[in-house]
T-cell receptor, first 113, second 110 residues
Framework: ETGVTQTPRHLVMGMTNKKSLKCEQH?????MYWYKQSAKKPLELMFV???????ENNSVPSRFSPECPNSSHLFLHLHTLQPEDSALYLC????????????FGSGTQLSVL | KQEVTQIPAALSVPEGENLVLNCSFT??????LQWFRQDPGKGLTSLLL?????REQTSGRLNASLDKSSGRSTLYIAASQPGDSATYLC?????????FGEGTQLTVNP
């Protein structure tokens, strides 16, 4: 147990659906991240939030919409996704952006049909 | 262009063997170098974090080294066990960006 919890663990959605991924950390960290892990590719950073403010958007398509209502919670809202968006979506947190020792959740395995 | 490269992509060893995983990076101006472990279908677990001013870190049977001049890091696993079977990823930090390699898939056979 890393202290970072992601729900759901698995998600299957159609291209016209709207769904949300949730991440919660109980570590008192101030920075939270969304990463995408596709088969046979390195992890790709998607978004970074520091003290609830988005500090980085790695050219992610607008069909992915992050939300960070407080330092403990992070959401990724999904709409009109494409089959190539199927991947493992990982949430992580760190004490701050300088420390960079990341604690990861178990991920949400997303399949877009 | 691949910024972080891990060799080999896959490795299978008998139990008890000592082994070395390699990580190379193109940008020597790094801040930190981290090694992670990922079990199938799971998230990543941080194993070792080497600050840029450090040359190595040790935790139990694991030892990671960092050579910024050559752009390389190694993860040494002593007396490997079947429970060590997983994918091992290295990631380097430069500025505010953490860049991952593709990982080495390790299988330790009983």
């Amino acid at each position: 147990e890393t202290g970072v919890t992601q729900t759901p663990r698995h998600l299957v959605m159609g291209m016209t659906n709207k769904k949300s991924l949730k991440c919660e950390q109980h570590l008192g960290h101030n920075a939270m991240y969304w990463y995408k892990q596709s088969a046979k590719k390195p992890l790709e950073l998607m978004f970074v939030y520091n003290f609830k403010e988005q500090t980085e958007n790695n050219s992610v398509p607008s069909r992915f919409s992050p939300e960070c209502p407080n330092s403990s919670h992070l959401f990724l809202h999904l709409h009109t996704l494409q089959p190539e968006d199927s991947a493992l979506y990982l949430c992580a947190s760190s004490q701050d952006r300088v420390t960079e020792k990341l604690f990861f959740g178990s991920g949400t395995q997303l399949s877009v049909l | 262009k691949q910024e972080v490269t891990q060799i080999p992509a896959a490795l299978s060893v008998p139990e008890g063997e000592n082994l070395v995983l390699n990580c190379s990076f193109t940008d020597s101006a790094i801040y930190n170098l981290q090694w992670f472990r990922q079990d199938p279908g799971k998230g990543l677990t941080s194993l070792l974090l080497i600050q840029s001013s450090q040359r190595e870190q040790t935790s139990g049977r694991l030892n990671a080294s960092l050579d910024k001049s050559s752009g390389r890091s190694t993860l040494y696993i002593a007396a490997s066990q079947p429970g060590d079977s997983a994918t091992y990823l290295c990631a380097r930090t430069s500025g505010s960006r953490l860049t991952f390699g593709e990982g080495t898939q390790l299988t330790v056979n009983p």
